[in-house]
């Protein structure tokens, strides 16, 4: 019998995956002075390739446990792998420079150029200057800046946004297998947050880490998680699989309480878009002066505007900082702007929101024109107020159900009960 010698081939659209596993064993982690252990006793493999969010309540241990990976904090016990290294046992310094790391606000050094950012731990790896050169260009286009205009600027001169791009890049630039991401994107606002997430996807696409990301969002979680990991306190492993397995089989009570209740979907088919009170959005056509739709938009409080057309349909829905860019209002049109209609029923807006990867949507009429904005979060809390409602409705059902005694003040609804009952006996 003879061996093959071919390598099976890639299946087209197969990545070439340049992240390592990770592996916990048995880390514990007690910070000194305390009682109670940080992190009792994990064990946890993270596969190659994969995002894994790492979400739960406050003080769980999520920071703790991620920061044992690079070994910003030092397990009290157990041992941690990437790859087959034993970490560890490795010089801190040396482990930090293979394992990317991005916090909340970019953490760039003020005062160096976007260049020198990026450059920093390459140039301590002693790389030479054209190949530092070339992997800031690729960099910077990976994660979405135009290299000509940002590599010289000072992270000052740049947006949240924008920071934490090159944030990325940074952590990025030795190549890393391993990148650890602690709340990378909850200092910026919803749109640019959604803009984030999509850029990370698309990066990840390419880049094929292993990408471990704390975050406090459990929607970004899912959003972002090949896998989701719900800790309780004490670094406890509630549940750890994917998203849709989550959702559909919350492993205990904790888990369930920790995602919400399932009835939440089942309202979102119910209730229409119009039931929803809108929030108002300030419009311009082309050819406006971008200061004085500025000014209107700053006066009725809105950082961002919807561009029109003759028909008051919407075009583009620029941020005021991208208004500002430019004297007049552009024609540009933005080919994947969020639309729903008045009669729409709240999935098909949470639908449109999703499948344009925006935490909100333009509101339009039936020949639509928009009337305004609408977004997951006040989508969410119209579906929460249904549920406390249903839930309200249960409980004085029960309450007065299952009483012993008849209350006199509600005699109407005991009468109503009892017939019920007489007649489902009847039955
Ligand atoms: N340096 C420290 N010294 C003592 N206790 C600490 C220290 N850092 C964290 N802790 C405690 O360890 C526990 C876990 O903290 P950790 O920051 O890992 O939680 P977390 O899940 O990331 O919380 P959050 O979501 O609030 O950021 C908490 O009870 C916290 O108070």
């Known amino acids: 019998m003879t061996e093959s010698t071919t390598t099976p081939a890639a299946a087209p659209g197969d990545r070439t995956v340049t992240g390592a596993p990770i592996r916990l064993e048995g880390v514990v982690k007690k910070y000194r002075g305390t009682t109670k252990p940080a992190v009792k006793k994990l064990d946890l493999e993270i596969d190659a390739g994969d ?10 241990g999520k920071t703790t446990t991620l920061k044992m990976i690079n070994r910003l904090i030092e397990p009290t016990e157990g041992k941690v792998f990437i790859g087959d290294r034993d970490v560890t046992n490795e010089d801190p310094d040396k482990l930090r420079q293979s394992v990317g790391y991005v916090i909340q606000s970019g953490g760039l050094f003020p005062h160096w150029s976007v260049r020198k950012n990026i450059g920093a731990i390459p140039r301590v790896l002693g790389w030479d200057k054209k190949k530092i050169a070339d992997r800031t260009d690729y960099l910077l286009d990976l994660v979405g800046l135009d290299a000509a205009a940002f590599a010289d600027r000072l992270p000052k001169d740049m947006s949240g946004g924008q920071q934490q791009r090159v944030g990325v890049a940074r952590a990025l630039a030795a190549d890393p297998p391993v990148l650890l991401m602690d709340e990378p994107f909850s200092a910026v606002d919803p749109i640019t947050r959604v803009r984030l997430q999509d850029s990370l996807i698309a990066i990840q696409h390419e880049v094929a880490k292993t ?9 970004e979680a899912t959003k972002l998680g090949d896998k989701v990991l719900i800790f309780s306190e004490g670094g406890q492993i509630e549940q750890y699989a994917t998203p849709e397995e989550i959702l559909a089989n919350p492993a205990n009570a904790f888990v369930e309480e920790f995602i919400g209740s399932g ?3 089942a309202h979102l088919t119910l209730s229409r878009v119009k039931d929803v009170e809108h929030d108002e959005v300030t419009t311009a056509t082309v050819g406006e002066s971008s200061k004085e739709v500025a000014g ?13 057309d003759e028909h008051g349909r919407p075009r583009a829905w620029p941020s005021l900082r991208e208004v500002e860019s430019q004297d007049r209002i552009t024609d540009y049109i933005d080919s994947r702007l969020p639309t729903v209609a008045t009669s729409s029923t709240l999935n098909d807006a949470l ?10 949507t333009l509101v339009t009429d039936g020949r639509g024109r928009v009337v305004g904005s609408l977004t997951i979060a006040s989508v969410m809390s119209v579906i929460r107020g249904q549920l406390a409602d249903a839930r309200d409705d249960v409980a004085s ?14 005699p109407a609804f005991s009468e109503s009960a009892q017939t019920a009952e007489s007649e489902a006996s009847r039955s």
């Open 263 to 265: 009835a939440t979907l």
């Open 351 to 360: 639908d449109s929101m999703l499948a344009a990867s925006q935490g909100g």
């Open 211 to 219: 990408i471990v990301i704390v975050t406090h969002d459990f929607e």
């Open 296 to 308: 209107r938009a700053r006066a009725a409080g809105h950082t961002w505007i919807v561009v029109v």
């Open 397 to 410: 059902y029960e309450s007065h159900h299952h009483g012993d005694q008849q209350d006199a003040s509600l």
């Open 51 to 60: 995002i894994v969010a790492f979400v739960g309540p406050s003080g769980c």
